[in-house]
């Protein structure tokens, strides 16, 4: 794949997500430009295209994988869709950051990453809070023993939203629940420092349409080390990690998926405070992990591979397993 400077962007489906990308890409990714954007709606693409400054605007998802000059697209529909949105774009040849979660369950993943290999296409899912630099700060850390063996990890992501069985965070059709919303970012960091648990129990309270309100998870692993997990859709948390070592602990501060900072503390020692970058809303990093990857002719990022989404998912799915979550697609 030869690829151009600048590298040519499309955005997959025009919501709030897709803003921020979009804002991040145009204002701190240098070599790289909105060149084209697609919604089922042309008139919302047109809209969306033109605060970007976009070349081309679509009606179709499709119209989007097929145009020649895009180079890479960015996947920002809701989960439901994600495997087939990216099976199309894949088939069509374009590298592809899909929104987590991935997919809806692990045979779907295992497709997505099938196609990448048969094409031989870059595929990478969208945790951008992997290569946000307060996550490299934590590893650095950790990597140092300054906090000893880790023992315990504990992550917690809640809001308050307001229940309507209708929308995104609540309708089963559109892969609904606090698990696969916002669940998934205190199991990422678990999954990241931790790997993966020899054991893991879950437990949920369910909504009227059937989906997860509030998940609670306990994990343990092969090194001794424990997590306690939880989100919500039910109330404000926290939203905090804290790593917590013989010797010390690490606390990313709210909202540790996307924080500016951290406090270590070596148990004795007066405790140290780091503040670390997060340009515009934090979605840089990934964008420009995934154009490394491309210059550099990747199909996966060795630091978010694609066996590592797969893992994700599996735990998800055991998780949904234990909470009687079934997504209809599924049926």
């Known amino acids: 794949m030869n690829i151009p400077n600048p590298i040519r ?63 890479v697209i960015y996947i920002a529909s809701p989960h439901a869709q994600h495997h087939e949105n990216t099976l199309m774009c894949l088939n069509a040849g374009k590298a592809v950051l899909c929104e987590k979660a991935f997919a809806i369950n692990t045979t779907m993943v295992q497709e997505m990453i099938a196609k990448s290999k048969e094409k031989n ?49 609540f309708n089963p059709a559109l892969t609904g629940g606090s698990l696969y919303d916002i669940g998934i970012y205190p199991l990422f960091i678990s999954k990241l420092i931790l790997g993966n648990p020899k054991e893991i129990k879950a437990v949920a309270s369910m909504t009227p349409s059937g989906v997860d309100m509030n998940t609670s998870m306990a994990l343990n692993y092969e090194s001794g080390a424990t997590a ?16 917590y070592g013989t010797k010390g602990k690490i606390y990313l501060h709210e909202r540790f998926h996307e924080t500016k900072g951290l406090t270590l503390e070596i148990y004795g020692q007066e405790p140290q405070v780091f503040t670390t970058e997060r340009l515009g809303w934090g979605y840089s990093y990934e964008a420009q992990e995934v154009q490394r990857c ?20 599996e735990l998800l799915c055991e998780i949904r397993e234990q909470i009687g979550l079934v997504y209809p697609q599924e049926v």
């Open 9 to 71: 962007w499309g955005i997959l489906a025009c919501g709030k997500i897709a803003e921020k990308f979009a804002d991040d890409l145009v204002a701190h990714v240098p070599d790289a430009v909105v060149y084209a954007v697609a919604s089922r709606e042309l008139s919302k693409a047109q809209t969306f295209g033109q605060k970007y400054n976009a070349t081309k605007a679509f009606g179709s998802y499709q119209e989007l994988a097929d145009c020649a000059e895009v180079d």
């Open 121 to 169: 296409v870059f595929l990478m899912e969208a945790i951008w809070t992997r290569f946000h630099p307060s996550i490299a700060k934590t590893l650095e850390i950790i990597q140092s023993g300054d906090i000893g063996h880790i023992i315990h990890l504990a992550a917690d992501f809640g809001f308050k939203a307001d229940y309507d069985e209708n929308s995104r965070l």
């Open 228 to 243: 306690s997990l939880f989100s919500t859709f039910a109330t404000k948390t926290d939203t905090t990690c804290t790593i």
């Open 294 to 313: 491309l210059k550099l002719g990747k199909t996966e990022s060795d630091k978010l591979p694609l066996q590592f989404s797969l893992e994700l998912m």
